[in-house]
């Protein structure tokens, strides 16, 4: 599919998005914020007294205000998983993911070759394991539980087992000690929370990933462990879980991804029927022992093995398939506009795809007329600018004489921040009538792109939240009626209401099509990119962190409802507040 990167008029060259950042060309000090103009207010005007009305069994109940401040509150004590699993399990489905593209045959050149050791295994480096986030950390920190619980969860050999609390230090306050140890750095044994203070009982600022070498600031003795030891740049760990190195301190940003990537390894699903993943290479090749895999199944791969004609697949779990069973996911290239880009930019402007037939070429006309001379056509999501709205509200022009359906496009708005949100502070509006998403710095727009939001039935939440957990990568299983699904390691993962999230979808490249079970999927380059831009920031080394009262997580506006027929809203849908003038 050809994606044009330059608006019919004025012509705009293409901006490249840095995916590491929002605004790595945002901050430039002759770029100031302007607010929308008379002209664009007026259209904007225009444009919601001629919206369709909202369908009666779509969208999420309404609250009022007060209603909404409760619900932001207590986030953080959200634990339930509709579309989460604290425990991940293979079953009961052969339906596809919501808006899955069709897998395609793997190519072997892409995927490593796994060298194998004396036993007979493959070798696996212990970078490769270093990002456990999905059921490790989610056990560690969305249930109230600690990292004692879940010590060598992650299948590190090396865990270490927590001590017994001492009964004679219960109550005692913790106090520094001298820590001077004779090393470069200090390494972690494995993934473990870290502490806000020097206490196993204190809250989790999040979790630092096995095998990075970090610095430390000093150290304490504490109710529950001899030596605590203050890392950098923030929060505790028991010494019992680091190890003093002689090299340098070494932490890299998670999930690891390759230059010139879009996701952090191949990801493929799983086909066929009565197929088993093996625990070890030597039984997958004797078909032995195997655990029979039932619905929807989606695996990162590690590395393959061949074995005389046969080729196996290591998947980051541990398990082994054969190859002539999975199918490879190829993730969308598609991104949005950054900064630089949204200068250059007249507001509104909008992406020019069908909302009927998304794949196909948009038409333009040369009067506001279905029966007009067509004038052209564009490829699909092509940037437009938005002149002018038809009296009915049914078409807009783009151009002189180029006239496009209201339906074909998807209007990109720039809007006030709203009065909660601090002068000058980050947040996302995410409008999920058009299918789009702005990140704002106050009222400036530093990033614009397309998202899939969840389909009628399955709805997005509307209101105002804030991301409370952020994690690098994410397991998530959910369920399509008596059917269900289970997708590994999905990456750049931001919590901002219970387990709806926004992040990758890797599995499709339909955004701006509502088609997710309520979760905001993004593109790849896109999530990259907003994970490293809101908060709470992931230190470099952390697999995830939680939002804390000095360091709070992004706003999140959600408003509209999205442009699809209504079907039937799934039992046990959470119901979450949202204030009316959204």
Known sequence: MFFACAPVEPPVPAAPVDAGTVTAQASAPDVEATPPTESAQALRSAWQATAPEPADGGGVTHATAPALLSAVDTTEDAGSALSLSLEPSLSQSTEALPGEEEPQVITESEVPVLELGPDGEPLIDADDDATATGTEALSQDLDGGSAVSNAGADG???????????????????????YAPDAGSLRVRRSIAVRSE??????????????????????MRGPDCDTWV???????????????????????????????????????????????????????????????????????????????????????????????????HRPSDFSGLDAEALASLPMPFGWAQSRTAPRTDVVVRKAPDAKAERETTLPPRTLVSVKELSPNGQWVRIAEDHWVARDDLHVAWSLASPSIVEPGARWLDVDLESQTLIAYEGDRPVYATLISSGKPGTDTPEGLFRIWVKFAEADMTGTMGKASYRVATVPWTMFFEGDFALHTAYWHDRFGEPVSHGCINLAPRDARALYAWTTPEVPTGWSMVHAMPDDPGTWVRIRGQAHEAPKKRRKGAPVVAAVRDL
């Open 230 to 328: 203050q890392l950098q740049p923030r929060g505790w760990v028991c010494e019992r879980y680091l190890e003093q190195n002689f090299r340098e301190p070494r932490v890299r940003p998670l999930p690891r991804v390759e230059e010139g990537a879009l996701t952090p390894g191949v990801y493929a699903r799983v086909v066929g029927h009565r197929v088993r993943a093996y625990p070890s290479l030597a039984l997958a090749r004797k078909r032995r022992q195997g655990v029979l895999l039932k619905g929807s199944v989606t695996v990162k791969l590690l590395g393959q093995v061949k074995v005389g004609r046969r080729t196996f697949w290591r998947t980051s779990d541990g398990q082994y398939f054969e190859a002539r069973v999975l199918r490879e």
């Open 198 to 219: 020097p206490r196993q009982d204190s809250p989790s600022l999040g979790t630092v990933a096995q095998d990075m070498r970090v610095k430390w600031q000093g150290a």
């Open 156 to 178: 590190d050999e090396d865990a270490v087992a927590e001590a017994p609390l001492a009964e004679v230090d219960a109550g005692m306050e913790p106090y520094a000690i001298p």
